[in-house]
């Protein structure tokens, strides 16, 4: 298995610009995890999904931020319009469920100038 | 969101010595996880202890859990300087699904 697939690995844009980010878990897990990391604000939770369906979006910084999973293999980070301070890591991992372990992608790193 | 507090924040230590990480955290948990960061690098997962269980091992690594202080910690034996890493502890509240992220040993192993 290739572990869970992020792309880009790196994105630059410029403040305004959409960004989408993309992930593929591994086949059969059925929990997606959206995770953005800073030096400020560590590792947080943005969003998660259970068979597709979001089950908490809570992390969610504001309007600006939305994530879809329209199947099982893959799932989308969108953020419209970027601004400088959404510049981070982010990183998708997914599970079969809460008793094992994660498995995180490589992470997209953002850069919005 | 973040539940977890680790410390220390950074560790310094020589090849072959132990390296020892806490993790401290608020609620009521079903399991607590530690995972592995090398720079620039996505996260590795190291270790899974059940509220239930107290220690666990796996190869180098021993981990405990104490739910009555809310506690962890992480043992790495015979360190390597491969072991150079950021370390996290991460929790799954009871009833959830969801991973929260403590802050991160970042520990350094010199050669």
């Known amino acids: 298995d290739a572990g869970v697939i992020q792309s880009p690995r790196h994105e630059v844009t410029e403040m305004g610009q959409e960004v989408t980010l993309r992930c593929k878990p591994i086949?059969?897990?059925?929990?997606l995890f959206w995770y953005r990391q800073t030096m400020m604000r560590g590792l947080e939770l943005l969003i998660y999904f259970n068979n597709n369906v979001p089950i908490d979006d809570s992390g969610m910084p504001e309007d600006r931020f939305s994530a879809k999973m329209p199947n099982a293999s893959f799932s989308t980070l969108k953020i419209q319009p970027s601004e400088p301070r959404d510049s981070a890591v982010y990183f998708c991992?997914?599970?079969?469920?809460?008793?094992?372990?994660?498995?995180f992608g490589s992470g997209t790193r953002l850069t919005v100038v | 969101s973040q539940q977890g507090e680790e410390d220390p924040q950074a560790l310094s230590i020589q090849e072959g010595e132990n390296a020892t990480m806490n993790c401290s955290y608020k609620?009521?948990?079903?399991?607590l996880q530690w995972y592995r960061q090398n720079s620039g690098r996505g996260l590795v997962h190291l270790i899974l202890i059940r509220s239930n269980e107290r220690e666990k091992h796996s190869g180098r690594l021993r981990v405990t859990l104490d739910t009555s202080k809310k506690s962890s910690s992480l043992l790495i034996t015979a360190s390597r300087a491969a072991d150079t890493a950021s370390y996290f502890c991460?929790?799954?509240?009871?009833?959830?699904?969801?991973?929260?992220f403590g802050t991160g040993t970042r520990l350094t192993v010199i050669p």
């Open positions: 991992a997914s599970s079969t469920d809460s008793s094992y372990g994660y498995t």
């Open positions: 086949s059969g897990h059925n929990s």
């Open positions: 991460a929790t799954v509240e009871t009833g959830a699904n969801n991973l929260f």
């Open positions: 609620t009521s948990i079903n399991n």
